[in-house]
């Protein structure tokens, strides 16, 4: 099946899309802000705690 003809058939690619676009871009501002591959990192694992969090209560 294509997923054309399901309600919402590729908001799954969109989703995994924008997790790694949020996740690269929290890193990238982090380090012109930083510039310490440290805190890049830690703010990378941060905006996944907020998905999971936002997943869990939503």
Do not use: D, N, Q
Request: cysteine-free; glycine content about 18%; overall charge positive.
């Amino acid at each position: 099946m294509s997923g054309k003809g399901k309600k919402g058939g590729t908001s799954g690619h969109v989703v995994r899309g924008g997790i790694s676009f949020g996740s690269a871009l929290a890193i990238v501002i982090s380090w012109s802000l930083h510039e310490s591959i440290l805190w890049a990192i830690i703010h990378g694992v941060f905006g996944w705690f907020y998905v999971i969090y936002y997943a869990v209560t939503r």
